[in-house]
């Protein structure tokens, strides 16, 4: 995301693909690590189950730093066979840890038990992007990785052909050995490593992939997560399980309006607090955007995390609120259903709108307002910093370790290759973990400590109240109908405060990125067809959140979709169809697109818009689903498709209604499209963790602002869904990838259409059409 | 000074008796199982065993340990075997993991009081322990896993 900002806001340029310089071996992660077993049978390898690696261009190329494929530094082999492959994506529930290093160890034919992963410090040169955001890690470096792991395979069998004087075309690469298939012979990994390390890595053109009928963990669903054992016994180390010797303890109290700054602060009570030891004010950025900058604030440092939020709440702490203070949730909303109503800056724009609906028989208008939410990953943050002679160490549950080293550098104006930064396990990020303020906390607390040790924790009341927020919106969707109930014209203004605003002084309007999430790329086969944006200045840290921009506008399209049929007496999932249309791939030019229409950073020709493939999930799901069939009173199916990160997701969501009123969801079918998938296990899991999500969104999440300060302070006001009302049963359909369909993305995706499915169901259900996330679990009866 | 026993160990704390649990296990005695999620009781990252209850430990004070057995993930089971262990890993259970320690303990306590509950008994019980991953169909299927084998 960050990127594609800085992008667009031109004040960076896509840094060239850096040479990858041949680095030392490195030696083992010390530390008992666990390998997940599974039995699989050895088959042997016929000469044409390889195939030429097909390149193809993606985004990745385009990410600063790019992608990196080559298997000496991803890859370590000692002379005893034990392989350690690098996982260089942060690791916060989608199992991307686990499934890059899968493919590496496919395709080397490494023995997955025989295989330990060691977490990559913030380093983009050495590894390539790393920033882990934007369901990319799959759809960027699926490619890269099957390479790696494939020229690793070809240099191990090179090196054992060299070894016997044979021909290359005589050796086998097979579960952790070379096979000769004349002799019989066979040369284990450990055997071949140094030779086989010593090799040039094979040109690209050379490098041959396995067919999928060869994939021994690709696709299968069989390899459980690397660190599972570790997490059921509390043994994984996520951010604040990181203990330095001398460590201090830090907690901060920030301004409780953003832009607010300090007045005035008496800490003689906090001082007398035992165990706490300093008490240090900071001060915050001068004037907006503050991008990822602190807010400032009052650090309280102690030898206990206990002392330390007691000491902070000893604090009296007089705040100067600033400008933001007029942030009132009320007030804002009612504005942004106001300016929705008016013309807004045409983004898009295709056919005659005004005619459609000058001429149009009847018409249709919709408004869809979303609040603002908090990612609350489970895991508040929290980061541990030292400086060593001029030697800065962080670590933290980082989403983008190097975009953070490369501001702490800044920060503290030292040489990049000054700071390290490890990356923990991430209890969650949701997108606020590749914000890296707390961070930058961490090393100014420790910078003011002479260097100690010093972990920064955040409270869950902190992450509630400092969060970069969700938007808050309001979608209006109008259509003009011809005399047959056609849709002739589609207006859809959306008001949103911007992210863009954390980032570059606010124009009040959205920008490409926000725009190409569910908005201007708007799939239906309607003539006459114009996307408008009405302008909503920010007052708060707008940033992204799972799915981002994609939860509002899935939400107004596709509840407007099932509320045309309502009114025109047709089924919703045939509406949904017709409204697709014929199957195409969309052409964006034609369509009336912006010229800078955003791809989730893909080559449009490579990822584009297949309405084929809507159509294709919404089929799958309604028949698993079993669209159609009779349900008891008090209960209805509502379906929804949305096109996110370049995959594809439709969900049917059943719910009931109980006597008092309360929404239930006793199930769910989701079907996804991702094109090429490598993990089907951990799909499914993201799918089911989607539902729920998007049930959170749905029904309970609200951050409301009064006075410019949050509302919300716990998961007790900032509701999330919990067992006591959730998607009880969540089935996954996974669609059969076609071979030009590449890898898309799978850790957002699924969230979009839960939100419109369950407001269509409830319709169904009780006849309440609810417009307003979160609606709440309850109907009134 | 509040005498107790941490995972079988017998120990005594001097320190402020009303300091929450959570931080005396976490920061004193470096056992990070047990994980800071809210702080409040409202999340339940940070569920211990206290005679074999479940508690949040978060706003337990240590004082209330006094004379009771404290057990934490690290202690559930020596190998980290407990049925309700091996039914979350059966079941693939985690993504980030973060309250997955804590949904642990609450489980095994349940099925500690109650060998074969229902349920919704098992929902009831388990809806104070957030996941905002959403594991909550697999937590629900592994309680149900480990029963029978409690
Ligand atoms: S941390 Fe104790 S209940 Fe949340
Ligand atoms: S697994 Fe992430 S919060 Fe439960």
């Not at chain 1, 045309?564 to 009336?592: F, N, V, W, Y």
């Not at chain 1, 410019?708 to 959730?726: H, K, L, P, R, W």
């Amino acid at each position: 995301m960050l990127h594609y900002l800085e992008k667009d806001l031109k004040s960076s340029t896509v840094a060239p693909r850096t040479v990858i310089e041949n680095v030392s071996r490195r030696g083992f992660l010390g530390g008992a690590l666990t390998a997940s077993g599974f039995v699989l049978a050895i088959s042997t390898v016929p000469a044409s189950a390889r195939e030429a690696l097909k390149t193809y261009p993606h985004g990745g190329q385009g990410m600063p730093h790019g992608v990196v494929h080559d298997p000496k530094i991803f890859i370590a082999i000692t002379d005893k066979g034990d392989v350690t492959i690098v996982t260089h994506r942060s690791e916060m529930g989608t199992g991307i840890r686990t499934s890059l290093p899968l493919v590496v160890a496919d395709e080397m034919e490494a023995d997955w038990k025989r295989v330990k992963l060691e977490q990559a410090p913030g380093d983009e040169p050495k590894y390539g992007n790393q920033d882990t955001d934007g369901s990319r890690s799959m759809r960027h470096f699926i490619q890269p990785m099957r390479q790696c792991g494939a020229a690793m395979r070809q240099m191990l069998e090179q090196a054992a052909a060299a070894q016997w004087k044979c021909d290359l075309a005589d050796v086998k690469a097979e579960l952790h050995e070379v096979v000769n298939t004349k002799t019989g012979k066979k040369l284990g990994y450990g055997e071949l490593a140094k030779a086989a390390m010593a090799l040039p890595v094979p040109a690209v053109e050379t490098i041959k992939v396995k067919k999928e009928s060869e994939f021994r963990y690709m696709r299968k669903g069989e390899a459980k997560i690397y660190d599972l054992h570790d997490i059921t016994t509390g043994k994984a180390i996520y951010g604040a399980d990181i203990r330095l010797p001398g460590m201090k303890y830090a907690v901060m109290a920030r301004p409780p309006v953003v832009g607010g700054k300090i007045k005035s602060v008496k800490s003689d009570a906090t001082k007398k607090v035992p165990g706490v030891e300093a008490v240090f004010e900071f001060a915050g950025p001068d004037a907006p955007p503050y991008k990822f900058a602190t807010v400032g604030g009052v650090a309280v440092v102690a030898n206990s995390t206990y002392a330390a939020l007691k000491g902070r709440e000893a604090l009296e702490v007089e705040w100067d609120h600033g400008a933001n203070a007029v942030y009132d949730t009320d007030t804002y909303t009612k504005a942004m259903y106001e300016t929705a109503k008016k013309p807004g800056k045409v983004i898009r724009n295709q056919g005659d709108v005004d005619k459609a609906f000058a001429e149009a028989k009847d018409t249709f208008v919709g408004e869809y307002h979303q609040a603002h939410m908090a990612q609350a990953p489970m895991e508040p943050l929290v980061a541990v910093a030292r400086i060593v002679d001029g030697k800065v160490e962080v670590w933290a549950p980082v989403q983008s370790p190097y975009g953070a080293r490369k501001d702490i550098a800044e920060a503290l104006k030292v040489p990049i290759e000054n700071v390290t930064v490890h990356v923990t396990l991430l209890g969650g990020g949701f997108g606020r973990k590749s914000k890296w303020d707390w961070m930058l906390e961490a090393v100014r607390i420790s910078e003011k400590l002479n260097g100690a040790p010093v972990k920064l924790q955040w409270s869950r009341e902190d992450d509630i109240q400092h969060s970069f927020y969700h938007t808050t919106s309001v979608e209006r969707i109008e259509m003009a109908l011809d005399d047959k109930g056609k849709v002739t014209g589609w207006r859809h203004c959306t008001v949103a405060p911007s992210i863009v605003s954390t980032f570059a002084p606010d124009s009040g309007h959205q920008f490409n990125i926000e725009y190409g999430m569910g908005f201007v790329d708007m799939p239906f086969e309607i003539p006459n067809i114009r996307c408008e944006n009405g302008e909503a200045k920010a007052h708060a840290r707008i940033g992204w959140f799972r799915s981002v921009s994609n939860l509002p506008r899935a939400f107004a399209v596709q509840s407007a979709v099932a509320e045309l049929a309502h009114k025109l007496g047709r089924d919703p999932k045939d509406m949904l169809l017709e409204l697709l249309g014929s199957d195409r791939i969309i052409d964006p030019k034609a369509s009336g697109f912006p010229e800078d229409f955003w791809n989730y950073g893909e080559p449009y020709p490579e990822f584009p818009i297949n309405v084929a493939r809507l159509k294709g999930v919404v089929n799958l799901a309604a028949d698993k689903a079993g669209w159609g069939k009779k349900l008891p009173k008090g209960e209805g199916m509502g379906i929804a498709v949305h096109r996110a990160f370049a995959s594809y997701v439709a969900s049917v969501v059943h719910v009931k209604i109980d006597a008092d009123g309360t929404i239930r969801v006793p199930e769910v079918t989701s079907a996804i499209d991702c094109g090429f998938y490598v993990n089907p296990e951990r799909i499914r899991s993201q799918m089911e963790g989607a539902a729920v999500m998007g049930m959170s969104a749905a029904a309970y999440s609200a951050i409301t602002f009064k006075g410019g300060a949050v509302e919300q302070s716990n998961y007790a006001d900032f509701q999330v869904a919990t067992m006591a009302n959730f998607p009880k049963k969540v089935n996954v359909v996974i669609a059969d990838p076609k071979p030009e369909n590449h890898a898309g993305g799978v850790g957002e995706p699924g969230v979009p259409p839960f939100a419109p499915a369950f407001a269509n169901a409830i319709f169904v259900a009780s006849g309440q059409r609810l417009r307003s996330m979160p609606t709440g679990d309850k109907l009134k009866v | 000074m509040p005498t107790f026993t941490v995972n079988g160990e017998s120990r005594q704390f001097d320190g402020d008796g009303d300091m929450p649990l959570l931080w005396y296990l976490r920061d004193e005695l470096g056992l990070t199982g047990s994980k800071f999620g809210c702080g409040a009781g409202v999340c339940g990252a940070c569920t211990a065993h206290l005679d074999g209850e479940a508690i949040r430990t978060c706003v337990t004070p240590v004082s209330a340990a006094e004379g009771k057995k404290v057990v934490t993930i690290e202690g559930l089971d020596a190998n980290g075997d407990h049925p309700v262990q091996k039914a979350w890993r059966e079941l693939s259970v985690p993504q980030c993991g973060f309250c997955q320690c804590g949904q642990i303990m609450q489980a095994a306590a349940l099925l500690t009081r109650n060998q074969a509950p229902s349920d919704d008994e098992i929902t009831a019980e388990m809806s104070g322990n957030i996941c905002r991953c959403g594991c909550y169909e697999r937590i629900h299927s592994a309680v149900r896993l480990a029963a029978g084998g409690v």
